[in-house]
């Protein structure tokens, strides 16, 4: 049986225990981080989270299907952000002609100028990662990344979109090669959240 991941005296002895541990705090810094700005602007962490998302990524993933999945939470979660970023003017829906019942989200220009102010909530914890050794940098990466393929596969993390699990990625011996790039990826180059990926 396993030891109880939260015990101090269990993560004396279990290095896993303790990165686990680790990890907790890092993302309470993340809640913290995305709180405080989301109370300065008043919005919520969601809103906020859904406004990046949207500016970065392409239309047929701005939808509340599968924002929901992303952020694993519900779809009524999603609809009532959604509402609430519409009635401040932040994004829009876009109705295909071909179905008025299903539409895609887009940021207005005030949405965009929005994101300008928001994105950079995770700052201080970059700036914190910019003062580590690379090859320090390039190790915790490779485990990060690894870590979020394995949760995927194991249903965990239900959408992610990294090289491991892409169609493109192959390996070959020890190397990562991508077939869409036509070129071995260094580590460095593994990708968390591809533009191109597409699932095996």
């Not at 705090?25 to 962490?45: C, Q």
């Not at 989270?49 to 949207?54: A, G, P, S, V």
């Not at 609430?84 to 965009?112: A, C, W």
Request: hydrophobic fraction near 40%; include cysteine; proline fraction near 4%.
């Amino acid at each position: 049986m396993n030891s109880p991941l939260f015990n101090p005296n269990n993560q004396v002895t279990d290095l896993s225990n303790k990165i686990v541990a680790g990890l907790e705090r890092i993302s309470e810094a993340f809640k913290v981080l995305l709180w405080e700005k989301a109370k300065a602007l008043g919005l919520s962490p969601i809103q906020i989270q859904l406004l990046i998302f949207i500016a970065y990524h392409k239309m047929a993933f701005c939808t509340v299907t599968h924002l929901a999945k992303e952020f694993n939470v519900t779809k009524p979660t999603i609809s009532d952000a959604v509402r609430v970023l519409i009635n401040k003017g932040f994004i829009e829906k876009i109705f295909p002609t071909s179905d008025s019942r299903s539409y895609t989200i887009q940021l207005t220009d005030e949405g965009k100028q929005m994101v300008s102010e928001t994105e950079n909530f995770a700052l201080p914890i970059k700036t914190q990662l910019n003062n580590t050794e690379a090859s320090d940098l390039n190790s915790l990466f490779k485990t990060i990344s690894n870590l979020i393929f394995q949760l995927n596969k194991n249903g965990i993390l239900t959408v992610q979109r990294t090289c491991y699990a892409c169609k493109f990625h192959q390996k070959i011996q020890d190397s990562d090669y991508c077939n869409l790039l036509e070129k071995e990826l260094l580590n460095s180059e593994i990708r968390i959240d591809c533009p191109e990926f597409e699932g095996k």
